[in-house]
């Protein structure tokens, strides 16, 4: 009987035994998003995969933040061997200037790339990149043998023309970061653009009720298949995790 109830437990409690995916971003990814009437996309990954998800999104977070709060050194203690983690930072890593608002990273692409910035009790303070914060994470996962997949930061509700505006730097580095430390990459942002684009910006207006990062929870579904589209066009072992849901998913490789 006792055997019967654990076996029970480890069914209903999502990455107590074999793999499991965690999550790590902000907003755009957590539970609740940005508010009221807003949600992350990390809410909705599962239901397209076999695998369970636990999202660790933060709203409000950077690479930089994610790390100086700890919450990489926690989410690198908790995987575990042939852990699939998926990494997504950007939306609030921009310059900020003096004082620190303690989430802005270093200007540039370089790992030894620092900055000095000024905190709010008049401290100096040295920061550095948002690819070194986000190569020290994978790194770190990889040590572990958990298996990091590095994606970048989806479109906000900016438009040229008829299209969503091209990425900001940090979808570029992103990339960079991926490719330094040969972690899968997803360019996330061009897989939600091209669905933005053909579902066109009339509609897609409707979908950002308080701002333009933050998205409805039937906008947090189209971007979260959007990930899987991208999940599906890669070479990473994750998609072999994907479900019958997922595969149907819209859209083609890009």
């Known amino acids: 009987m006792f055997a019967a109830i654990f076996v029970s437990l480890l069914c209903v409690v999502p990455g107590i035994v074999g793999q499991t995916v965690r999550i790590a971003g902000d907003s755009t990814m957590a539970k609740g998003g940005g508010g009221a009437g807003t ?11 076999s695998l369970p998800v636990v999202n660790n999104a933060i709203a409000g977070r950077s690479a930089r933040s994610y790390t100086d709060e700890g919450r990489f050194t926690s989410l690198i203690n908790a995987a575990q061997k042939g852990d699939y983690v998926i990494i997504e930072f950007g939306h609030n890593d921009g310059l900020a200037g003096n004082p620190d608002n303690g989430r802005q990273d270093a200007f540039g692409d370089g790992y030894d790339t620092t900055a000095t910035v000024t905190t709010s009790s008049g401290a100096s303070l040295v920061i550095h990149t948002f690819p070194y914060y986000i190569q020290n ?3 770190a996962l990889q040590a572990k043998g958990a298996i ?3 994606s970048s930061q989806t479109p906000s509700n900016n438009w040229s023309g008829s299209s969503i505006s091209a990425g900001p730097r940090f979808v570029g580095y992103a990339q960079t970061a991926a490719s330094r430390t040969k972690a899968q ?9 091209q669905a933005y684009n053909k579902i066109g910006q009339t509609t897609v207006n409707t979908y950002f009720p308080n701002d333009g990062t933050h998205t409805s929870p039937t906008a947090a579904n189209i971007v979260a298949q959007a990930f899987v589209r991208g999940l599906l066009c890669s070479s990473s072992p ?3 995790s994907v479900n019958a849901a997922g595969k149907a998913v819209p859209n083609g490789c890009l």
């Open 39 to 49: 949600d992350g996309w990390g809410q909705y990954l599962g239901q397209y995969l």
């Open 137 to 139: 994470a994978v790194t």
């Open 185 to 193: 990459y997803i360019d996330h942002y061009d897989y939600v653009a």
């Open 148 to 150: 990091p997949i590095v």
């Open 238 to 240: 994750l998609k072999n």
